[in-house]
Every structure is written in structure tokens, then in C-alpha cells.
């Protein structure tokens, strides 16, 4: 059996949408109120956004390991990929919208980060399957 049949698309979709609902409005909400700070004179709030999209990555990698006690890890794995699927489609989209360009740099950059990102939500799984893995 294919490692694709073996993971529950539901569960990794609903723990994918948890982590997009955690990590993509205080992103948004700090983008709208601090666009117009000056390069080097920024606000702390923007301290907020990578704390929430961490988060909404080790809460969404919990939430899908927790669903699939079997295998943690793996449906952890593939809600943070989900959900960072979604914001690599978005941030390439609206690059190209706006006129931006797509440069080789921002692509490694997206994906060091998609890295990170998912690495976090196994961080979560892992949590989880070890919470279930307790008498």
C-alpha cells in the first residue's frame, strides 16, 4: 500500500485548515496595521506573526497526530505540508499579481521556511503520539 492511501486525508485536511485558522490572521491584522513602518524603525507587533505561524504549525501537527494514533508523525507531517502548500501558493500568487516577480531567492526562501514550518508540525505529532503512547 502506497503511503498516499495510508494517510487519512481528512483528518490532515481539518488539522491543515486548524493550522492556516491559527497562524494566518495575526499575520494579516499586523500586515494591515503596520505596512507603513519604515525599514529599521518596525513595530514589535511584528514579533507576532512568526510566533503565530509556529504555533499554528505545532497545533496543527498535535491536532493530526492525536487524530491518527497509528501514525503521528506521518499525518503530522502532512497537514504542515498542506497548510504550507497553501501559503506558497498564496505568496507566489500575489507576487505575481502585484508585479513583484518571482526571483530564485524568494523560492529558497519559501522553501527554508516551508522547512521549518513542517518540521514544527512533526514537533506537534511527535507531542501527540507520545501523549498517546502513555498508560
Request: net charge positive; charged share 15%; hydrophobic share 50%.
Amino acid at each position: 500500500m502506497a503511503v498516499a492511501e495510508r494517510i487519512d486525508l481528512r483528518s490532515a485536511g481539518e488539522a491543515a485548515l486548524l493550522t492556516l485558522a491559527i497562524a494566518v490572521p495575526p499575520v494579516v491584522i499586523v500586515s494591515i496595521l503596520k505596512s507603513d513602518d519604515p525599514p529599521g524603525q518596525e513595530s514589535n507587533l511584528w514579533l507576532l506573526p512568526p510566533i503565530a505561524l509556529l504555533s499554528g504549525f505545532a497545533v496543527g501537527g498535535y491536532l493530526a497526530g492525536k487524530c491518527q494514533r497509528r501514525t503521528p508523525m506521518m499525518h503530522a507531517a502532512a497537514a504542515g505540508g498542506m497548510a504550507f502548500a497553501v501559503l506558497f501558493v498564496y505568496g507566489l500568487g500575489r507576487r505575481l499579481i502585484g508585479g513583484d516577480g518571482v526571483a530564485l531567492t524568494y523560492i529558497i526562501r519559501l522553501l527554508l521556511l516551508a522547512q521549518i514550518c513542517v518540521s514544527t508540525a512533526l514537533l506537534g505529532g511527535y507531542v501527540a503520539g507520545r501523549r498517546s503512547a502513555r498508560p
